[in-house]
């Protein structure tokens, strides 16, 4: 066992006492480096995954990867690791391929290494703003329910038929009047046929809260067989409501996806006014055309985006894509219920109208 070294002598008649204890100091010191250096060096050890000729791959690298996927079970993480380890080698392999024919130096690269760089520190700060943004209370979760009965309460989901169509501005309103007075939606279809108007068409199942927000009410409202007309610049965009079934969400259920709804709102305002506070204290000098254009059309601070009438709801569109409310964990929607389309019609969309 090794003695502490005793602290120094405040004394200059004692600093020649024994060299033992001065040998004893010296061993105990050059053991504990010992010990410290190989704690070091297991510990990289540990941290390397792979070397790539002279370059080292850490867990730490892997780790930061795999935080950017989605959470997967765990049975899962050590075969996932494994393919990240070999994409970064790859990655590795490139980079040092790349350095020793200096594509780290083309300007073009400069600048894309330079825009990431800004995006990256921009969005650390517009994160560290948002962070301050208080946690809902159970109260204006409640509120919140009670407010929007169609995406909770009176939930419903949606078996929608969706038709694009190429037309003129003198079409347009020929279209809708025709699908006014159909008598059915396939009735429609067959008249764009016979008139040869060219369109596209899908099908998808949407429950409420996969909707575009500003939709929401409006499909509530509908009935099964009623559609929605849009005139578009290039001709017009149909949903037809083929067919719906209630399927409600408790208060309990929406709770998570309320709070986290309502905290990414305060966030998006918190930054909102953050962003236009430091413009208010920053001098800024529009240059070139750019002055001319600013003199004409003054920047105006950014609002709530305009949301559309209804989204393109291609089948395979997430929800996450579209302007959409809270996300409710509920059961999977069943699209081979008696009212809803089977797997194959929704693969096929409308080929059978066509």
């Avoid at 070999?86 to 330079?114: N, T």
């Avoid at 946690?135 to 419903?156: G, I, N, Q, T, W």
């Avoid at 003198?170 to 396939?186: D, G, M, P, R």
């Avoid at 009438?309 to 291609?314: N, S």
Wanted: with cysteine; net charge positive.
């Amino acid at each position: 066992m090794i003695m502490p070294v005793p602290p120094r002598p405040p004394v200059r008649s004692r600093i020649g006492a024994t060299r033992a204890v001065a040998i004893a100091a010296l061993a105990g010191a050059t053991l504990l480096a010992g010990c410290g250096d190989k704690k070091k060096e297991k510990a990289a050890a540990t941290q390397t995954a792979a070397k790539v000729n002279k370059e080292e791959i850490t867990v730490h690298q892997i780790n930061f990867v795999l935080g950017q996927q989605r959470a997967m079970p765990p049975e899962q993480a050590a075969s996932a690791s494994r393919v990240v380890l070999e994409r970064l080698i790859d990655q590795e392999l490139a980079i040092q391929k790349a350095a020793d024919q200096k594509l780290d130096r083309d300007p073009r690269v400069v600048q894309q290494i330079d825009a990431a760089r800004r995006e990256i520190i921009a969005r650390a700060y517009l994160e560290k703003i948002g962070s301050g943004a208080p946690k809902p209370a159970p109260a204006e979760v409640a509120a919140y329910y009670e407010a929007h009965p169609a995406l909770f309460k009176e939930r419903r989901v949606y078996s929608l038929q969706e038709v694009a169509i190429e037309a003129t501005p003198e079409q347009v309103a020929t279209l809708q009047k025709t699908l006014s007075e159909a008598k059915t939606f396939s009735d429609f279809v067959a008249y764009l046929k016979a008139n040869n108007i060219r369109f596209s068409g899908n099908e998808a199942v949407r429950g409420a809260e996969q909707l575009p927000l500003a939709s929401v009410d409006q499909f509530a409202k509908m009935k099964d067989g009623q559609a929605i007309f849009n005139a578009r610049p290039s001709g017009a965009q149909i949903v037809h409501l083929a067919a719906s079934r209630s399927q409600p969400v408790t208060l309990q259920q929406a709770t998570p996806a309320i709070e986290q709804f309502l905290l990414n709102e305060r966030k998006r305002k918190l930054i909102a006014d953050d962003m236009q506070a430091l413009r208010g204290a920053a001098k800024i000098e529009y240059a070139g055309e750019f002055a001319a254009d600013a003199a004409r059309s003054p920047y105006r601070p950014a609002s709530a985006p305009e949301l559309p009438p209804l989204a393109a709801m291609p089948a395979t569109l997430p929800a996450s894509a579209v302007q959409a409310a809270p996300e409710i964990d509920v059961a999977p929607i069943d699209s081979k219920a008696a009212s809803m389309p089977s797997d194959s019609t929704l693969d096929k969309g409308l080929k059978g109208l066509k």
